[in-house]
């Protein structure tokens, strides 16, 4: 089946999907918990032969292509997750009257409802994982999903999804409810198919999503490079600072929310800075145990996403520097602010433009299943229908459902009837 051909299906099936029960959704994600522990040790055998393909790969790279028992079981506590959340479709958003009927007849009433937005193609990088959340928050909210994940996972995603895709249709899902894009050269296909794919989400660098944004028709949402930063203020509680900002370094250096620069104010950078060059360079627990390379900055190329341990650090003048420099040169992803004063915090988060921003915590808290979603497909740092982690609300659009009994607009231009809205 070709690209084109798997877009059609999909589409052809989203119709199914969305028209299907909350439980139903419900009973196939159970099936699939059941299925991807079942046949753990074939996907652990799979994984294995991607890891050994890729010894050339960076350590944290490799880390992330890693699909072991401790991400197998943070999976399925997320699908358990979903499974335990309410039905987002079919959700209605208001009820207003329009108008009241006459005496015989009901009233004019229009609700606003949650539904699926239909057929989604996800493109992400090469981590297992992120296709068993991406498939299953799909999944929960009755989108079809075709998904292309990164070469170097091939043999990972290709046995996740096989298992999946069995275990949903056993389950009554339609065949299409999922599908899944090997051939690279596939993408080229698939962006021209603007009339069964309802949305791309790309998960790469910006060069990518710019790729994919100036090759298609299809609306994008997505994020490209996270380049998070942290900025510690004058008034920052130094015990405090230092595990944070290792932390949001450390703890997972290959995620999207990993902080990639350090701006310190000038008067507290002589108190700061030794006490983090010390832990910085210790392989103890702070820093995930690892030495922490931190890089004075020397222009604009040392703003960057380095997804290893590295850290380009910068002094500044004041908060106003600050925030300025975040605003031209991040990723509008998630960017903290370690500070006692509220007044100097709530600048800062009123002012910095990115999804997420935060006080005096680390940056490694913005992902969908910390924020209770359940999982997420991407992070979005665009402004429209999703910003921030994607669950299911950011999966969803709505419709408009009228309800009549014969009634015509006539009647409301020529004075007979009133409009009288009233939200019910």
């Known amino acids: 089946m070709t690209p084109r ?6 589409k052809e099936d989203s119709f199914v999907l969305a028209a299907l029960s909350g439980e139903a959704r419900n009973a196939a994600l159970e099936a699939i918990a059941a299925a991807l522990q079942e046949h753990k040790t074939s996907l652990f055998a799979a994984n294995a032969q991607d890891l050994a393909e890729g010894t050339d790969l960076p ?22 997750d979903l ?39 996800v493109i992400f990088e090469s981590r297992p994982d992120a296709l068993v ?25 290709r046995a996740l999804f096989d298992v999946i895709h069995a ?16 051939d690279r050269a596939a993408i080229t296909e698939l962006l021209a198919c603007d009339e069964s794919i309802d949305l791309i989400i790309p998960r790469g660098s910006n060069a990518f999503v710019r790729y994919i944004m100036d090759n298609s028709r299809i609306p994008v949402m997505g994020h490209a490079d996270g ?52 832990a910085a360079a210790e392989e103890n627990s702070m820093n995930n145990g690892h030495p922490v390379e931190l890089i004075e900055a020397a222009g604009e190329e ?65 992902d969908g299943y910390r924020y209770g979603f359940g999982a997420e497909v991407g992070i979005s740092t665009g402004k429209l229908h999703a910003r921030g982690p994607v669950g299911l609300d950011g999966l969803l659009t709505y419709k408009y459902k009228l309800y009549g009994h014969g009634d015509i607009v006539g009647a409301f231009t020529d004075g007979s009837r009133t409009f009288d809205f009233q939200d019910l």
Do not use: W
Request: a negative charge; glycine letters at 8%; hydrophobic letters at 40%.
């Open 133 to 157: 959340q991406i498939l299953a928050l799909c999944l929960k909210s009755g989108n079809a999903v075709l998904l292309k994940g990164g070469s170097e996972a091939k043999h990972t995603n």
């Open 302 to 366: 040392d703003y960057k996403e380095y997804l290893d341990y590295k850290l380009t650090t910068k002094i500044v003048d004041s908060l106003d520097e600050a925030i300025a420099h975040i605003n031209r040169y991040g990723s509008h992803h998630t960017d903290a602010i370690l500070t006692e004063d509220p007044a100097a915090a709530e600048a800062f988060m009123n002012r910095v433009d990115s999804a997420g921003v935060y006080h005096n915590c680390s940056t490694r808290f913005s």
């Open 59 to 80: 350590g944290p790279i490799l880390g992330r292509l890693k699909f072991d028992e401790h991400k197998l079981n943070s999976c399925l506590a997320g699908i358990r």
């Open 83 to 121: 499974i335990g959340m309410d039905d987002p479709v079919g959700r209605t958003v208001f009820r207003r009257q329009l108008a009241k009927g006459p005496q015989t007849d009901g009233d004019l009433v229009l609700e606003k409802v949650t539904c699926p937005i239909g057929v989604i193609g």
């Open 227 to 278: 380049i998070c930063h942290i900025y510690v203020d004058k008034s920052a509680d130094l015990e405090k600072a230092v595990p944070v900002i290792l932390d949001a370094k450390t703890q997972y250096v290959a995620a999207c929310n990993a902080a990639e620069t350090l701006l310190v104010y000038k008067d507290i950078a002589p108190q700061l800075m030794p006490l983090l060059e010390q």
């Open 5 to 10: 051909e798997a877009a059609a299906k999909a």
């Open 167 to 182: 275990a949903g249709t056993a389950a009554g899902l339609p065949s299409s409810f999922a599908g899944l894009v090997e």
